[in-house]
T-cell receptor, first 114, second 120 residues
Framework: DARVTQTPRHKVTEMGQEVTMRCQPI?????VFWYRQTMMQGLELLAY????????DSGMPKDRFSAEMPDATLATLKIQPSEPRDSAVYFC????????????FGNGTRLTVT | AQKVTQAQTEISVVEKEDVTLDCVYE???????LFWYKQPPSGELVFLIR??????QNEISGRYSWNFQKSTSSFNFTITASQVVDSAVYFC?????????????????FGTGTRLTIIP
């Protein structure tokens, strides 16, 4: 089965440190999403890309978060500097705009900022 | 703006009972997609079903069935003869279609989830 791969699975870091999360979308999928899950806010969209171009990053705190797709096989989400309130599970998902394939999520990166 | 409401925060049933999870949505779009995802204790989000707004036929997949009613803006999910492995958090979600051909791969608006516990 094709899968969305996220690394790392877990990350513990100290406040102020840079955090980079990576996502490998399913081969051939041209749409990539970043979602964040917290107890208080639930699942919320941070940003998404189509054909590597950013379409919407309105859910992302611009001062410290950045999302990029250096190539079609890699999406990254960076937090610099990290803060304790960034502690959450970050999910990447990929889908195809042209093929009948539903959105699939990776296993998530559980981030803890102390 | 789109909104998804899952009024049931937690449900507990005894194994083998049937259970229905409610989902009510709001959208101004005339074309849209609805989804259900399962999040087991291990944490991943597992796709269960996708429905577009033009297809109001109910769907059955094994012990799972879905009832889509546009008149009441609801997309409810029923598990028949529940099993312990069904214990999870279930999310209903909505996306705009932007033309029906995109297969729902637009940004999703999620409900807050229903935590289902099946008691052995």
């Amino acid at each position: 089965d094709a899968r969305v791969t996220q690394t790392p699975r877990h990350k513990v870091t100290e406040m102020g440190q840079e955090v980079t999360m990576r996502c490998q979308p399913i081969l051939g999928h041209n749409t990539v999403f970043w979602y964040r899950q917290t107890m208080m806010q639930g699942l919320e969209l941070l940003a998404y890309f189509r054909n590597r171009a950013p379409l919407d990053d309105s859910g992302m705190p611009k001062d410290r978060f950045s999302a990029e797709m250096p190539d079609a096989t890699l999406a990254t989400l960076k937090i610099q500097p990290s803060e304790p309130r960034d502690s959450a599970v970050y999910f990447c998902a990929s889908g195809s705009y042209t093929e009948d394939s539903p959105l699939h999520f990776g296993n998530g990166t559980r981030l803890t900022v102390t | 703006a789109q909104k998804v409401t899952q009024a049931q925060t937690e449900i507990s049933v005894v194994e083998k009972e049937d259970v229905t999870l409610d989902c009510v949505y709001e959208t101004r779009d005339t074309t849209y997609y609805l989804f259900w995802y399962k999040q087991p204790p291990s944490g991943e989000l597992v796709f269960l079903i996708r429905r577009n707004s033009f297809d109001e036929q109910n769907e059955i997949s094994g012990r799972y069935s879905w009832n889509f009613q546009k008149s009441t803006s609801s997309f409810n999910f029923t598990i028949t003869a529940s099993q312990v492995v069904d214990s999870a958090v279930y999310f209903c979600a909505l996306s705009e279609a932007r033309g029906i051909s995109n297969f729902g791969n637009e940004k999703l608006t999620f409900g807050t989830g229903t935590r289902l516990t099946i008691i052995p």
